[in-house]
């Protein structure tokens, strides 16, 4: 079982940045693929960044509405998983929740947080 604790949400103005921080209880965090999603009133929640450890090397990937500005990053000793956003637009105003997901063979472990909301407005 993992446990996924979002913070850092908030309002900003159009430009502004905000970095979100994940962490997560439960062992093995290393395993999982963590990611962040996003979900808008009235819209179905959307991938905006994912990243997966594989020995020493993460692997990244982005919505293409977010690259070039916003960075996730992953601390394996600490559990944590953050994102970075810079150059906020009003569309980027949702919820924005954690997640960690994992694929043992025909196992799936898919665990969310309670999500953020992130404002972006004048």
């Known amino acids: 079982q993992v446990q996924l604790v979002e913070s850092g949400g908030g309002l900003v103005q159009p430009g502004g940045s905000l970095r979100l921080s994940c962490a997560a209880s439960?062992?093995?965090?290393?395993?999982?693929?963590m990611g962040w999603y996003r979900q808008a009133p009235g819209k179905q929640r959307e991938l905006v960044a994912t990243?997966?450890?594989?020995?020493?090397?993460?692997?990244?990937n982005y919505a293409d509405s977010v690259k070039g500005r916003f960075t996730i990053s992953r601390e394996n000793a600490k559990n944590t998983v953050d994102l970075q956003m810079n150059s906020l637009k009003p569309e980027d105003t949702a919820v924005y929740y954690c997640?960690?997901?994992?694929?043992?063979?025909?196992?799936?472990?898919?665990?969310w947080g309670q999500g953020t909301q992130v404002t972006v407005s004048s």
């Open positions: 990243i997966s450890t594989s020995g020493s090397i993460n692997y990244v």
């Open positions: 439960g062992s093995l965090f290393s395993t999982y693929a």
């Open positions: 997640n960690a997901h994992r694929e043992l063979g025909y196992i799936v472990n898919d665990y």
